[in-house]
């Protein structure tokens, strides 16, 4: 494979990783006196889901933020491709290739399916929106990506279950050839059989080459879908490891690493409910 770096794998033998397209390096954010994230290093891999974990405040949001455009890190550096990149808009993180599918905001209600599939890259006819060449182009991205038999392109979006809206914004950026998808809790309001469909598009743009970041809390469901898992405490990295089939008292363990440290408890010590206990705090 061109452009790789390579690492050497456990036996021994080469294991060829593909270079990040999308890298943060020593990235801080403050708010005031609140330090939301502190010397962050993460990269992401074409083809790779990374699943980003932590306790609630831990700065998983300012993260997608800040890689969406939306914030503005006051420390540290982004690259994209290996170049620095400075995202400062939302429009800018667009366009550089980042697509972010947010819990409530991707989509808009009152627009059709095909609107809403081209916001933002509206095609036009002279001054004009296009709107019969719209929904001529979003059928057949949608029979592309497998949602070819989702109502008529016509209809609203409000029309749409939670876990259609959530397929609709992953496709969306499967179909503009987009290089990272981010998603902030993408499954938090869905049933299990939506939140498997949503599941299945997540993996559909895995398998095109996105980098895709995910936001989880679900320590079950986040195992099925994460090549990796990125876990935060108090703006830190405290972990960054593949997913080997850890458990879900493990990845409640790596969370906790800071607490428990800070509590001055041994891992080792702890039992499931102790662990429960400890998350709900
Ligand atoms: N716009 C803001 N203004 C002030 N403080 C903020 C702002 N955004 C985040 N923070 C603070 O930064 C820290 C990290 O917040 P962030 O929303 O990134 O956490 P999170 O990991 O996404 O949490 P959750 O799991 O609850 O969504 C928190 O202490 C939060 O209060
Ligand atoms: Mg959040």
Redesign the pocket.
């Known amino acids: 494979m061109t452009g790789g770096s390579s690492t050497e794998g456990v036996a021994g033998a080469a294991l060829v990783q593909p270079s990040p397209w999308f890298e943060a390096r020593r990235v801080g954010k403050r ?2 006196s ?1 330090v ?1 994230l502190e010397e962050v290093d993460v990269a992401f891999r074409p083809g790779e889901i990374v699943a980003l974990i ?10 997608v933020k800040i890689a969406s455009g939306v914030y503005q890190p006051d420390g540290g550096t982004l690259l994209i491709e290996g170049r620095e990149a400075r995202l400062r808009s939302a429009k800018d993180a667009r366009q550089a290739g980042i697509e972010t599918v947010h819990q409530d905001l991707g989509l808009v209600d009152s627009m059709s399916i095909a609107r809403n599939f081209f916001l933002g890259a509206e095609l036009r006819r002279g001054p004009f929106l296009d709107l019969t060449r719209m929904e001529r182009e979003t059928r057949k991205m949608l029979v592309e990506i497998g949602l070819g038999n989702l109502r008529a392109v016509g209809q609203e979006v409000s029309r749409l279950s939670g876990g259609e809206r959530q397929a609709i914004s992953i496709g969306r950026a499967v179909a503009f050839q987009k290089r990272m998808l981010i998603l902030d809790e993408p499954t938090s309001a869905l049933s299990i059989k939506e939140t498997e469909t949503v599941f299945e598009f997540i993996r559909m743009a895995k398998v095109r080459g996105l980098a895709v970041l995910c936001v989880m ?1 679900n320590l079950v469901q986040v195992r099925d879908i994460a090549d990796r898992f990125v876990v ?1 405490w108090h ?1 830190r990295k405290v972990a960054d490891v593949a997913n080997t089939g850890q458990s879900e008292k493990e990845l409640a363990e790596y969370i906790l690493e800071g607490k428990l440290s800070e509590l001055g408890i041994e891992r080792s010590s702890l039992d499931t409910g102790t662990l429960r206990a400890l998350m709900q705090e």
């Open positions: 708010f005031g609140v939301a932590g306790d609630n405040g831990s700065g998983k949001s300012t993260f809390h935060f703006g």
